[in-house]
């Protein structure tokens, strides 16, 4: 069981816009950054979004993060056969004093 | 080009131990923390710990306590994680990965490929 919630899956046909969300706690997302992680299965996750809502370089603006009080969300807009992959939100858990990863979302593009 | 390169995979007996390595290469690795982050067969991603490559402090996962040693060798660049009293639980893919950031405005930016370590008698 996770200290993230995030639904098992979410679907949408390609160029259309999904959401998914990651359901915490005041002692972790409501008072801590979040990250968002992209992991197509058999290889290593690929940093997103960091500090909630930034992007690194070289990551799509089609890919946002936002957060209000203990939930955050990762936007995907104009889908692509490609955004296929397993999503990570993770943060830092004050009384834990542990980072922690959700339990993932298998994003489906039809 | 900034890398990790972890080494290879492990087979291990129920009781043992099992040392993985993290090369970095590319940035300048006492800048960096590094994390190690696992993930068992169909599951999802777990937090290990992670230890500063400049002081050589650690924070690891009260799970994991008493079993997960990580070190860092600033001469070679390369981190280390040590799982002692291994059980089949802990048959997973292991990563490292670089850490940005304070003890709790953290993110992982870099990634190594993963080492499978499997626990079987």
């Known amino acids: 069981q996770s200290v993230l919630t995030q639904p098992p899956s979410v679907s949408a046909a390609p160029g259309q816009k999904v959401t998914i969300s990651c359901s915490g706690s005041?002692?972790?997302?409501?008072?801590?950054?979040v990250s968002w992680y992209q992991q197509v299965p058999g290889t290593a996750p690929k940093l997103l979004i960091y500090?909630?809502?930034k992007r690194p370089s070289g990551i799509p603006d089609r890919f946002s993060g936002s957060k209000s009080g203990t939930s955050a969300t990762l936007g995907v807009t104009g889908l692509q056969t490609g955004d296929e992959a397993d999503y990570y939100c993770?943060?830092?858990?004050?009384?834990?004093?542990?980072?922690?990863f959700g339990g993932g979302t298998k994003l489906t593009v039809l | 080009q900034v890398h990790l390169v972890q080494s290879g995979a492990e087979v291990k007996k129920p009781g043992a131990s099992v040392k993985v390595s993290c090369k970095a290469s590319g940035h300048i690795f006492s800048n960096y923390g590094i994390a190690w982050v696992r993930q068992a067969p169909g599951q999802g991603l777990e937090w290990m710990g992670w230890?500063?490559?400049?002081?050589?402090?650690?924070n690891s996962a009260q799970k994991l306590q008493g079993r997960l040693i990580m070190t860092t060798d600033t001469s070679t660049d390369t981190a280390y994680m040590e799982l002692r009293s291994l059980r089949s639980a802990d048959t997973a893919v292991y990563f490292c990965?670089?850490?940005?950031?304070?003890?709790?405005?953290?993110?992982?930016?870099?990634w190594g490929q993963g080492t499978l370590v499997t626990v079987s008698s």
């Open positions: 990965a670089r850490k940005v950031g304070g003890a709790i405005d953290y993110y992982f930016d870099l």
């Open positions: 005041s002692s972790n997302i409501g008072n801590n950054y």
């Open positions: 993770a943060t830092w858990d004050s009384s834990l004093s542990a980072g922690v």
């Open positions: 230890i500063s490559s400049y002081t050589g402090g650690t």
């Open positions: 500090d909630t809502y």
